[in-house]
């Protein structure tokens, strides 16, 4: 029997609401500071109340940024980034949980250890991998005579087709990013809690393999894909290192990399409400995503862990 007291209701929902005001402070004092000028921004201490020019100076920003654009590019390649992960990482997880193929174990634990290679410590190899996809096919074709034979027989450059640089563009800020450790092992540990009654019933029904993926997994997996797509969406929307150092156009800018170039520096005029109001919209989709999908998130929590 759970046993309730109004002491500990009031002392939890204390608890809860100074959580609550901890986390969102950053958005308020965003968004108060987008809404000053210039001057007021700067005086001490710093205004409370917000003040009335925060749609002026959203629309200033919007416009000098060149926002319309990055925003674009930043759910482009974050649409991407929650597909491609969850694509790669359901297939993979299916694939060590229902499959007994050989050295099985050896490839989950390689995915598992990869954990410790994130995209910050393998940033040159990987730069130098999307910067020229051919790479490897070209010294694979160079090395079995394909290239110089096609050269001389067709006249066919095999070596110049295979010139792959993949710098600026959605592919690049997308493919090396989609493969997820973490979100393999989630998927593996919630497959191995399903009954294996119901691989053996769609086998008895006939099912293959993609069928039994398709029309038993895939269903009971929705709270899981909704929790990690939460979890993704945040980590694409984020991301800085990889668009900072991939893109040297600006139309290819995402929105974190414009927020930075918004960043007073030390002899420009110090707009800080002007990228505070940015910070704000920059900030704002993480934080409706959390809002309006925190129900599947915390059911997609409490399922995996059944």
Not at 120 to 131: K, Q
Not at 207 to 233: E, H, Q, W
Request: hydrophobic share 55%.
């Amino acid at each position: 029997m759970v046993e309730r007291h109004a002491w500990l209701s009031v002392f939890c929902h204390v608890v809860l609401l100074v959580g609550a005001a901890a986390v969102c402070m950053p958005l308020y004092f965003a968004f108060v500071a987008g809404s000053l000028t210039v001057g007021e921004v700067q005086q001490v201490p710093f205004p409370l109340l917000p003040g009335d020019h925060f749609v002026e100076n959203t629309i200033t920003t919007w416009s000098e940024g060149n926002f319309s654009r990055l925003y674009l590019n930043s759910l482009v390649v974050t649409v991407g980034i929650v597909v491609g992960k969850l694509a790669v990482s359901i297939i993979a997880g299916f694939a060590v949980t229902y499959f007994r193929f050989p050295f099985r174990m050896t490839v989950f634990w390689l995915i598992f250890i990869s954990l410790m290679l994130p995209v910050e410590v393998r940033i040159i190899p990987t730069y130098e991998a999307v910067a020229d996809a051919g790479g490897p096919l070209r010294s694979f074709f160079e090395a079995i005579g394909l290239t110089g034979l096609l050269a001389s027989t067709t006249g066919y450059q095999l070596d110049v087709a295979l010139q792959w640089n993949m710098v600026n563009s959605y592919s690049g800020l997308i493919l090396p990013l989609i493969a997820s450790a973490s979100a393999t092992f989630l998927f593996r540990q919630f497959f191995l809690t399903v009954p294996d009654e119901l691989c053996e019933a769609a086998k008895l029904d006939g099912a293959g393999p993609m069928k039994f993926f398709r029309d038993v997994l895939l269903p009971l997996s929705t709270s899981n894909i909704a929790a990690l797509s939460i979890i993704l969406f945040l980590y694409g929307w984020n991301q800085y290192l990889w668009p900072l150092l991939f893109t040297t156009e600006k139309q290819m800018y995402t929105a974190m990399i414009g927020l930075k170039d918004l960043i007073p520096v030390a002899d420009a005029q110090p707009a800080w409400n002007l990228a505070m109001a940015a910070s704000f919209f920059v900030m704002a989709p993480p934080a409706f995503v959390i809002l309006f999908m925190q129900r599947w998130f915390t059911k997609g929590l409490v399922d995996s862990s059944k």
